[in-house]
């Protein structure tokens, strides 16, 4: 039987991530009070530009308000993702030293392969975050509008598992061709041109990740599934098959959000809220698996050519409000906080991450 999971901490803290922004959270427990939006992107797919606009301006308001939304009738095949999730079970159920045989470590420059059960814990508390996971990296060949068989992958993939790079990837190249359809709506949104990202997305990132929460028996103060982070690239499209995610609102609060059968959710990321001079909010969320249960997770991580610079959007600019970040590159960008974040994941080291209470 697991432990009761209920929070008894109404503590405020502050917690300073590697993006190098500080959040604090009121109290450590989550409510049902508040909820993030629900949106019918069904309209991203009309021939009519103004179906399109009007969709946009409704995730333009989701991504400023919150940067979390859940959206229904994407037109994705849910058997990928179904098929992805399985391949997920058989993955983490292999012995330990077989799954460290692709470990993270292997590539320190690039956030892919396994990473090991209760490694990490950014946020400090009293156990290490409840979770494994394995990482793949965008793979050119595959990719569903632009393939190119010249550029070699970053990855590493098991042995002995010959469908699970075809599955994952199988629903990798499904949700690429989807995230390039969802830039051009979000281009929308910021009220530039629809084709204002097309050539920033022709070689992404479009990195994605499986993860595993085991039943927790630790209350939701001493442990977290996932620590509260921030995501690095654009927007991040999630699938899970149990409720855990929660995020934190601009009350101080943590809500929790039921995931709904068949639909996503996205959320806004750092390079994104950078890009938008902070008019897109890139929101603190984490996970703890209170379900009673195992929890698997999809997340695609979406994010534009490690070429482009991270130039401000026209239009989140102004005399009034001037850019508030150093325009670099993408993938400079990418590497500084895949190297920040391995370096204070490690285990015993919370000096980039850390709780104040």
Known sequence: MSTTVTSTDNTPKTIRLTNGKDFTFVSNAATTQETIPIIDVSRMHSPNLADRQALAEEIR????????????????????????????????ALPEAKKMEVSSELIPDEYCGYHGMQRYNP????????????????????D??????????????PKDM?????????????????????????ALALHVSED???????????????????????????????????????????????????????SGHWIKVKPIPGCFVVNIADCFMRQTNDFFVSTVHRVINESGRERYSLPFFWGIDRKTLLSPVPTCVSDENPNKYP???????????????????KV??????????
């Not at 946020?123 to 595959?142: C, H, I, Q, S, T």
């Not at 015993?348 to 209470?357: D, F, I, L």
């Open 162 to 186: 010959p469908a699970f790079e075809d599955k994952l990837s199988a629903y990798q190249t499904e949700m690429i061709r989807f995230a390039r359809r969802l830039t051009r709506i979000f």
């Open 196 to 250: 204002f990202y097309d050539e920033n997305v022709k070689q992404p990132e479009a990195g994605l990740r499986i993860l595993h929460y085991p039943r927790q028996e630790a209350c939701r103060d001493e442990q977290n599934g996932i620590g509260a982070h921030t995501d690095v690239e654009f927007f991040t499209v999630i699938t899970s098959d149990a409720e855990g995610l929660e995020v934190l609102s601009k």
């Open 123 to 142: 946020n400090g508390w009293k156990y290490r975050d409840l979770y494994e996971a394995f990482n793949w990296n965008y793979n050119p060949a595959k």
């Open 144 to 157: 569903p509008d632009y393939p190119d068989s010249s550029t070699p992958q970053i990855n590493l993939w």
């Open 348 to 357: 015993g080291e919370n000096a980039s991450e850390t709780v104040k209470e």
């Open 61 to 92: 308001e989701a991504a400023h308000i919150i940067g979390f939304f859940c959206i229904t009738n994407h037109g994705i095949d849910m058997n990928l993702a179904s098929n992805a999730m399985e391949q997920a079970r058989k993955f983490f």
């Open 327 to 345: 325009v670099m590159t993408a993938g400079d960008y990418y590497l500084w906080r895949t190297r920040k974040q391995k370096r204070s994941w």
